[in-house]
């Protein structure tokens, strides 16, 4: 509604210049309106291109939005879960068992499960329509999952550097799937 309101002021406003130039001068007419008419063309032109790249950014966020809200969803559920048996550790290293919360295993390991489903899911399925940003965060992502478990086997990894890492690794996932998110809704 501003826009329109400016638009019409604008408008107004070089009208009257016009008009108060052409009395002054007397300009020719028919050249004039020509003048007048190639700019509105380029206008309407600029409207219409923008009004394009505008669309494809809504069908971009239309089609991606499910998806992606399913991602965040499950990196988020995986953080909390991380950062719960994260502080569980580090309880257990410290030797305060009294501050250790009773984490339920089953529900985690659903967690867990839906992490790598939409982990898994944005690669293979939604990857020709996620932004490559997204793709070379999520397989970043997996190839420190890797490497973390690859430490901890080779025992250079206590419990607790491996859920230190793991958290960091999925915050830092879950920063771009939120930025790319905020900027592909435009929010």
């Not at 809504?58 to 909390?80: F, G, M, P, Q, Y």
Request: hydrophobic residues 45%; aromatic residues 12%.
């Amino acid at each position: 509604m501003v826009l329109f309101v400016s638009g019409l002021f604008i408008g107004f406003f070089i009208t009257v210049w016009y008009l108060v130039f052409d009395f002054s001068f007397d300009f020719e007419h028919s050249m004039s309106i020509n003048v007048i008419i190639a700019i509105a063309t380029i206008m309407a032109t600029a409207i219409h291109f923008d009004s394009v790249r505008n669309q494809r950014k809504d069908r971009l966020w239309e089609i991606n939005k499910e998806s992606l809200l399913k991602l965040a969803k499950s990196i988020s559920d995986s953080v909390e879960m991380t950062s719960k048996f994260h502080d569980e550790a580090f309880y257990r290293m410290q030797g305060i068992e009294n501050e250790v919360e009773v984490i339920n295993t089953d529900g985690s390991q659903d967690v867990f499960k839906k992490f790598k489903e939409a982990l898994s899911d944005s690669l293979n399925v939604y990857k020709p329509l996620l932004s490559s940003i997204v793709i070379d965060a999520i397989e970043e992502y997996q190839k420190s999952e890797k490497e973390i478990s690859r430490l901890y086997d080779l025992e250079e990894y206590t419990e607790f550097d491996v859920y230190d890492e793991e958290l960091c690794a999925q915050k830092k996932l879950q920063k771009i799937v939120l930025d790319y998110i905020k900027h592909v809704s435009r929010v």
